[in-house]
Nanobody
Framework: VQLQAFGGGLVQARGSLRLSCAASGGPFSSYVMGWFRQAPGKERMFVAAIDRRGGRTYYADSVKGRATISRDNVKYTSVHLQMNSLKPEDTAVYYC??????????????????WGQGTEVTVSS
């Protein structure tokens, strides 16, 4: 499966963004989908994940309550990340990823096999 992330941009603190990741060329519904982010000079960090059917979601503590991950397995084969109440510390390049991690490994980027190219989010204070 190929992934293409988009939707990033410049937003003021306390604003919102909706990131999207379009999937093509593979069995999208067979993958757990995740979002990760990498701030300048820092390692890539887990943000959120959603199971294959879209029934269960998981979030990093840093975004819990402010982020919502969702997916469309039927019409547009895509995954989305709605981010609200954005903070300057949310500034990063956001990547979508596809894989089949076990439940205890959802936040481990090494367990995701396919990655989108990243979309940059900048939150100004």
């Amino acid at each position: 499966v190929q992934l293409q992330a988009f939707g990033g941009g410049l937003v003021q603190a306390r604003g919102s963004l909706r990131l999207s990741c379009a999937a093509s060329g593979g069995p999208f519904s067979s993958y757990v989908m995740g979002w990760f982010r990498q701030a300048p000079g820092k390692e890539r960090m887990f943000v959120a994940a959603i199971d294959r059917r879209g029934g269960r979601t998981y979030y990093a503590d840093s975004v819990k309550g402010r982020a919502t991950i969702s997916r469309d397995n039927v019409k547009y084969t895509s995954v989305h990340l709605q981010m609200n109440s954005l903070k300057p510390e949310d500034t990063a390049v956001y990547y979508c990823a596809a894989g089949n991690p076990v439940m205890t490994g959802l936040s481990d980027s090494r367990l995701y096999r396919r990655w989108g190219q990243g979309t940059e989010v900048t939150v100004s204070s």
